[in-house]
């Protein structure tokens, strides 16, 4: 086996590892929440959920606050596991 195995490709864009590490300390954070912490366009930001999502590692939750549309996104239960084996990995192969 080798030392990269466990490295998940759909953590390799520092965006997505942003993603999964605020989803993994806090039970939700909506889009905007999202962007300012990470620094991200509306655009970019959107693509990167988007393919956390098509992996099954968020959930995403559409609702209205007031008359304003919300987005929150979670993490789900595969995505904690595959975000904590790929963490695992790389501190792995650090101590190599």
Known sequence: M???DNINKAFDHRIRLGIMSILMVNDHADFKMLKEMLGA?????ASHTKALEKE???????QFI???PNTRYSAT?????????????LEKLIRK
């Open 2 to 4: 080798s030392l990269i």
């Open 41 to 45: 366009t509306d655009g970019n930001l």
């Open 56 to 62: 099954d590692y968020i959930k995403v939750e559409k």
């Open 66 to 68: 007031g008359r304003k």
């Open 77 to 89: 239960p595969l995505g904690k596991a595959a975000f904590t084996k790929h963490i695992n990995a």
